[in-house]
């Protein structure tokens, strides 16, 4: 189902007025983890300013240690459809297991599975069951065609809204805390109808370095990207304040971005 050989024509996911995987841009901005209610609202709002469609957020966060800041929860999901909805604006989060499926696609416009779930098979058969668009990302040592296979778990659900996601692999290079295969993006482009959203931000773990991979990210074909951006990076509640945009870098960026293709 997922394969450009039985359905050769690009899938368009449309919610609202925004359509992905069509001509325009899609950008996913936010903070990595929503951590209250003014923090989420103030950013929502400088999102909405730049120029992007959807707000990210995590309220549940796949932490690699036990000890870390593990989301606000439910909550943080209230929060997040309360500043989508005031500021205009789509919403994603991540959900980690089946059964907050629902909950979640109550409150949220996508559906993030993120890279340590991607092969989560309960939690993929969940999502076919439902119709909300997933946004599926590439697991850290994960070939094209596992990404493939994972997203047909979805489709053969009868969800076809799904859109997947290059958020760098696991290499020897220590310097950047992934690597971000931009060759999966056309690689990807070729094998599947589904839109392709890239991730600059864990896909370098650097803020300085999202820019550049934001723009050659869209110079090879992605159709989206998400971007983590907060109004205090140094301060933010989850170790990704260092890969984290300031509003004014983001806001930069999407002016740039805008010159090399129609954002909404
Ligand atoms: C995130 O988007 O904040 C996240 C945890 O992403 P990933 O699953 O790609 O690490
Ligand atoms: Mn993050």
Known sequence: LASRDFHPEDTVIQIGDVKIGGEELVIMGGPCAVESVSQIDEIAGLVKAAGAQVLR???FKPRTGPYSFQGVGVEGLVMMAEAGKKHGLLTITEVMTPEYVDICAEYADI?????????NFDLLRKLGECRKPVLLK???SATYDELLNAAEYILAGGNPNVMLCERGIR???TYTRNT???AAIPSLKQLTHLPIISDPSHGTGRRELVEPMSKASVAAGADGLIVEMHSDPDNSMTGDGVQSLFP???AALLQDLSKLAPLV
Not at 111 to 119: D, H, S
């Open 57 to 59: 957020g995590g309220a």
């Open 248 to 250: 004014d870098q983001f």
């Open 138 to 140: 590439r697991g850290f």
């Open 171 to 173: 290499t020897f290079e």
């Open 111 to 119: 559906l993030q599975v993120g890279t340590r779930n991607m092969q």
């Open 180 to 182: 971000l295969d931009l």
